[in-house]
């Protein structure tokens, strides 16, 4: 059994839809959900499902001492940054080689890096006039958004999109595919 943390900052769908895709599985737990803010509603959508929830200042998250031994309680193999907006600190990295996974929402190397993040993305992808957009599963490393890319998908946009339009268009990619990108992973390293 491979035991997940999944990193939130936000409102959680994506969290949500990983939990509820692995109920029942044999092979894969979520056993935490960690934030660094204490408002995020993913922490609610965790608690409702039965998994546990943390919270973590940004300085306790950067602190090995404080989040390595709450990792390492909840047994975790394997990390999910689902819409996390703290940069990963290199002890993690190194902890987790290969075992901490992100989700962009846009098509990497383009719309990347510090401040590319949720709207953001999506207003930058609409400015570009891009035809258009998609997700990225990539690998964590110290640069961020520049991890190898694992997996991306895409869809089309019109002219008359808008960043909304853009952001549904995206996240009906990050729903039906991300729990997949995830497992076959994990699967696949077994």
């Not at 769908?13 to 803010?37: A, H, M, P, W």
């Not at 703290?86 to 098509?107: G, V």
Request: proline content about 5%.
């Amino acid at each position: 059994m491979t035991h997940i943390a999944i990193f939130v900052s936000g409102s959680g769908t994506n969290c949500e839809n990983i939990i509820r895709y692995f109920q029942g599985s044999n092979d894969i737990k979520i056993n935490l959900v960690l934030s660094n803010k204490a408002d995020a509603y993913a922490l609610v959508r965790a608690q409702k499902l039965g998994v546990e929830t943390c919270v973590l200042s940004k300085a306790d998250f950067n602190n090995a001492a404080k989040l390595m031994p709450i990792l390492e309680r909840h047994n975790i193999d394997f990390i999910v940054l689902a819409g996390f907006l703290l940069f990963i600190p290199d002890f993690l990295i190194k902890a987790y080689p290969h075992k901490m996974l992100n989700l962009h929402p846009a098509l990497l190397p383009k719309f990347g890096g510090k401040g590319m993040w949720g709207h953001h993305v999506h207003e930058a992808v609409k400015a570009a006039g891009e035809k258009e957009t998609g997700m990225t599963v990539h690998w964590v490393s110290s640069e961020i958004d520049g991890g190898e890319i694992i997996a991306q998908y895409k869809t089309p946009l019109s002219p008359d999109d808008n960043p909304d339009n853009i952001a549904e268009k995206e996240h009906v990619l990050e729903m039906k595919y991300f729990p997949q990108i995830i497992e076959k992973i994990i699967l696949s390293n077994k």
